[in-house]
């Protein structure tokens, strides 16, 4: 099992939220469950190597 960090927020009666890794790419639920399926789905789609042009974050080591 993978995990990865979710960032999330309750608004206007919805949940949202994005993937730490990916911040440019939200989404959204009716509930907070509905939420996470909807990040899982969207990882899936992130990794999946068939969308162009990707943003992602990660750390980068300094001298």
């Known amino acids: 099992m993978h995990t990865t960090k979710m960032v999330y927020w309750q608004q206007d009666g919805c949940w949202l939220g994005f993937l730490e890794d990916f911040p440019d790419y939200w989404t ?4 907070l469950e509905d939420l996470e399926d909807q990040l899982r789905d969207l990882h899936a789609d992130l990794m999946s190597g068939e969308l162009p042009g990707l943003r992602r974050v990660t750390d980068l080591t300094l001298a």
Do not use: L, M
Request: proline share 0%; no cysteine; glycine share 24%.
């Open 28 to 31: 959204q639920g009716v509930t």
